[in-house]
């Protein structure tokens, strides 16, 4: 039987208060065996909320029976979706096709500003307009569910484009609530969004939220509306809430309940908690963590790692070219698809082809591209694209991704830092490409961009990294921190041992 830490008798000792509760969990501390600690002993009916479908037949294994474990789709699959069954798994169409029916005319083209927008592009857009929806809280499709497109995202532009879109928008998301038939492809949103509007009654008399930090409105909203008559407890770490890109947002911080943390780690020792502690104050975190002193976590540079974490798809498409090169056989966290879509998308802009790749789906041509990416603040994160498309071509990239191994017969993984998000392996090395960030509005006397201020975003992007490691972590392209004041707090003096750690090779 597991002895529970101070921390985790503290939750057990508040839940059975009745608080509603709000747990900070740090990496590695063990959250779902502390969930299970708070259902056990009490004959109360509880439902777990999980964050997918493996997490939850997981938990189910450590809860007792009086706990039902389940996602926020299977609860609305239940109560509405099964309703939309046959119109469930239908068959992919292209965007503009869809476009097509909905009113989109295949030869329409409109000009904003300086891109000719094309039926492609109106037509995602307004199919992403009641994505965005369908991740929010509203009641209603608005102007703000439109999304900003690349190369019009100015505010005036930007408004042409929903004056044009939102009326095609809010058609589809009325073909979507028949449940029998519809030109529009119907996905496991949408029923997630039909259930939310009926407000519905879970009934439990109490509920737990798994990955808080990363859950979308729509699902807060549901699940707070639950207060009255349910007990309510939120796990979680909002340190590691880098999904807002794609709708989710924090809602541990400002929910109303008892505020508790989990802070000892159970996957790595205490040179690792204070590496990732550094990045907690970065990113303006309360929590801090203490590692497991019997676990011998080491900083160093470690040549033949696990695994490496990238911060983008190019860095890790860098990565595995680099690590084929050398004869190793690599697996990619995710697999390579998202690498292939886009240098597909390349490979049509460089052959005069307009692109459907929602990133490019704006650029006439790789010039136009070219010129974006490198000139235009808002494309300079595509820069790392052309560059490596420009240098190794388009059928190189494309034949590095077919020689790709399963993640079981690799020799070495490769993996974004938010595919990563609850991995771990033994060794892990940081990818190059989370370079330091640089003020560009303020350079030394040799015209060299000064450092530039470090984005909470990015310091937790850093933490989820750093964090997936239980035995040896290279912090590697992170190395320039050791250079950073503000990455220093409480240390000091040349010697310090962070300094002896340089970006890595081999």
């Known amino acids: 039987m597991t002895v529970p830490t101070p921390e985790q008798s503290a939750a057990v000792d508040s839940f059975r208060n009745g608080d509603h509760l709000v747990l900070q969990a740090g990496a590695g501390t063990g959250k779902t065996t502390t969930l299970a600690m708070l259902a056990k002993g009490t004959g109360a009916r509880g439902r777990y909320i999980a964050f997918n479908k493996s997490i939850a037949v997981d938990a189910a294994r450590k809860f007792p029976d009086t706990v039902d474990c389940r996602t926020a789709h299977s609860l609305a699959f239940g109560a509405v979706g099964r309703h939309y069954a046959s119109r469930l798994n239908a068959p992919r169409v292209p965007g503009w096709k869809t476009g097509a029916l909905l009113g989109i005319a295949v030869n329409m083209r409109v000009r904003i500003g300086e891109r000719k927008v094309t039926n492609k592009a109106l037509s995602y857009t307004a199919l992403r307009t009641v994505t965005r929806f369908c991740q929010s809280a509203d009641s209603t499709i608005g102007r703000h569910h439109v999304p900003r497109l690349r190369g019009i995202e100015a505010e005036h532009l930007h408004a042409q484009l929903v004056d044009i879109v939102l009326p095609y928008a809010a058609k589809a998301w009325e073909d979507l609530q028949n449940p029998h038939e519809g030109v529009v492809r119907f996905d496991h949103d949408h029923y997630l969004k039909i259930w ?30 639950q207060r009255h008559h349910a007990q309510l407890v939120m796990v979680g770490d909002s340190a590691q809430a880098i999904y807002g890109w794609r709708g989710a947002r924090d809602v541990m911080t400002g929910f109303d309940g008892t505020q508790l943390a989990l802070s000892r780690s ?37 040549e033949q790692p696990e695994a490496i974490l990238c911060r983008s798809n190019v860095g890790a498409m ?20 998202a690498l292939s879509a886009l240098a597909r998308a390349a490979r049509d802009l460089k052959a005069g082809k307009r692109s459907t790749h929602p990133e490019l ?8 591209l070219q010129e974006y990416a490198e000139y235009d603040p808002s494309g300079r994160d595509l820069l790392p694209l052309v560059d490596l498309v420009d240098e190794h071509g388009v059928e190189v990239i494309l034949a590095a991704v077919e020689r790709l191994s399963a993640e079981q017969g690799a020799e070495i993984v490769v993996s974004t830092a938010h595919k990563a998000k609850g991995r771990e392996w033994a060794s892990v090395r940081i990818g190059e490409d989370f370079t330091e960030p640089v003020d560009p509005e303020e350079t030394d006397e040799n015209g060299v961009p000064l450092p530039g201020e ?11 990294a750093v964090t997936r490691a239980r035995l040896r972590l290279d912090i590697g392209g992170l190395g320039w921190i050791n250079r950073r004041p503000e990455g220093r707090p409480g240390r000091g003096g040349p010697a310090d041992p962070w300094d002896a750690l340089g970006p890595a090779s081999g």
Request: aromatic share 8%; charged share 25%; glycine share 8%.
């Open 196 to 225: 939310a509007l009926t407000d519905p009654v879970i009934p439990a008399d109490f509920l737990l939220l798994d990955e808080a930090q990363d859950t979308n409105p729509v699902v807060e909203k549901i699940f707070t509306a």
């Open 266 to 302: 159970f996957r790595f020792g205490s040179a690792l908690a204070e590496e990732a502690n550094r990045w907690l104050h970065l990113a303006a975190s309360p929590l801090r963590l203490t590692g497991t002193p019997a676990i011998d976590t080491r900083l160093e540079r470690v």
């Open 318 to 337: 860098l990565e595995v070219m680099r690590l084929l090169e050398g004869g190793r056989r690599v697996g990619l966290v995710g697999g390579g698809e």
């Open 361 to 368: 789906i704006l650029f006439e041509s790789w010039g136009e």
């Open 454 to 464: 470090i984005d909470d975003a990015e310091a937790r992007l850093a933490y989820v």
